[in-house]
């Protein structure tokens, strides 16, 4: 398991610097079988030296490119494959582990509330759009120029949080979301919120 400071969804390309001796073990065990490994959210504590505070919901991802230092440290590129939840911490000796359970999105029967979940997804497209024209214009170097999400729901809803302008704790929450409908439509309410923060600002001057 790999707590981080930041959420990783199913889907989402995760870049890392592995230089913590703990964590070298990890990738290097990790690459001598299937290359996948669990990321958690830290809710207190640091990446650094262990005595953090973990959520027991996460991501498995797989490594799909490992670069090895000199002297030793790893750069990655992951990529999250499903969420789990932790049945049970193990010990940290020699690095923090886990017994995990995969959790699938809850698929609900269709017509099940009379939702359209395509107009959902199309919704919160669009919400991404305004929230990255915003910040585009109040010159945040991270802002993306064009979104577009997967007609799958699941698929979207996971592509519309990590690429959200939240904060872990609000990405946390989207991930541990029931179904993709709930995520989506909890990420339409903290996009609205977040455009009207970044409308604020940008009225202010």
Do not use: N
């Amino acid at each position: 398991m790999f707590p981080l400071g930041s959420v990783a969804v199913p889907g989402m390309v995760l870049p890392l610097h592995v230089f913590e001796e703990r964590y070298r073990r990890m990738v290097r065990d990790c690459l001598a079988g299937d290359g996948e490994f669990g990321v958690v959210l830290i809710e207190r504590g640091s990446e650094v030296g262990g005595g953090d505070v973990r959520t027991d919901v996460g991501t498995v991802a797989r490594i799909v490119r490992a670069e090895q230092t000199a002297d030793g440290r790893f750069a990655l590129a992951a990529v999250g494959v499903r969420r789990v939840r932790v049945d049970r911490w193990l010990d940290d000796d020699p690095y923090p582990r886990a017994e995990v359970s995969d959790w699938p999105d809850d698929v609900a029967p269709a017509g099940d509330d009379g939702t359209d979940v395509g107009a959902d997804v199309a919704g919160v497209a669009a919400l991404l759009r305004r929230a990255s024209a915003l910040r585009v214009e109040l010159g945040e170097p991270d802002a993306l120029v064009d979104v577009e999400l997967a007609e799958d729901p699941s698929t979207a809803s996971f592509q519309g949080t990590a690429l959200a302008p939240l904060g872990p704790l609000d990405k946390q929450a989207l991930l541990c979301a029931g179904s993709a409908e709930q995520r989506l439509r909890l990420l339409h309410q903290m996009l609205t919120d977040s455009i009207e923060l970044l409308e604020a600002r940008l009225a202010a001057g």
